[in-house]
């Protein structure tokens, strides 16, 4: 074998990223160290000074996929602050993650067993949660209907999600600009205010 040569922190990081084209290419039980190494082009021994079995591979794997779209998350919004424009750049945010990265969609909902909400912490959840929620008492919106509310516009947001990953008959910039006109129009999180475009101190 020709083993590559890899600066430690990037060998990880390349192991980590070639476990999720694996995972996304043959499934979670198609993966494991050895394989890893062999695709990586290094000795069946590296892997173990990163992971200390493939359950501690697969929860670097989770944590870097969450990290990444926590990323894309909180940097759609350092403009807008928590406002419904701030609302609509979270949702055009969450979307477009998954239509430029799909092999993430595959390992984050087919491959990786997420809990979200109550005494489960997934900092994408988190992050939308604590967003709408905020946004909500910023413009008094009834406590009573919160829940729901959330509940309705995450759904709207997953859904079209899915449907830009369905479509193929546009390009990336298409599905953008169409994706920020559907939730420019929400009619299911506060009409009024996202119509519009109540300013919000």
């Known amino acids: 074998m020709n ?3 890899y600066h430690h922190g ?4 390349a192991m980590i990223e070639k476990g999720i084209e694996m995972i996304t290419d043959k499934g979670v039980a198609a993966l494991s160290l050895r ?5 990586c082009g290094v000795s069946e021994a590296a892997p173990y000074a990163h992971f200390a079995n493939k359950d501690d591979l697969m929860g ?15 940097e759609s919004v350092k ?25 993430y969609f595959e390992l984050i909902y087919n491959h990786l067993e997420i809990k979200a909400g109550g005494e489960y912490r997934y900092e994408p959840y988190d992050i939308i949660v604590s967003f709408i929620q905020e946004l909500c008492e ?12 959330f509940f ?29 006109k559907v939730l420019s129009t929400n009619h299911l999180l506060l009409p009024n205010n996202i119509n519009n475009k109540k300013e919000i101190n």
Request: net charge positive; aromatic share 8%; hydrophobic share 40%.
């Open 60 to 74: 670097a794997i989770e944590n870097y996929a969450s990290n990444k779209l926590s990323t894309a998350l909180k």
């Open 35 to 39: 394989k890893l190494a062999k695709a």
């Open 138 to 149: 910023k413009i008094g919106h009834p406590p009573e209907l919160r829940g729901l509310t």
């Open 152 to 180: 309705a516009q995450f759904s709207f947001i997953q859904g079209l999600m899915l449907s830009s990953l369905m479509i193929n008959n546009y390009d990336a910039e298409a599905k953008e600009a169409g994706v920020r």
């Open 10 to 13: 990037d060998l990880r990081t």
């Open 79 to 103: 403009e807008t602050g928590v406002t419904t424009e701030g609302l609509v750049e979270l949702g055009c945010a969450f979307v477009m993650f998954f239509v430029h990265n799909p092999q």
């Open 3 to 5: 083993n590559k040569s």
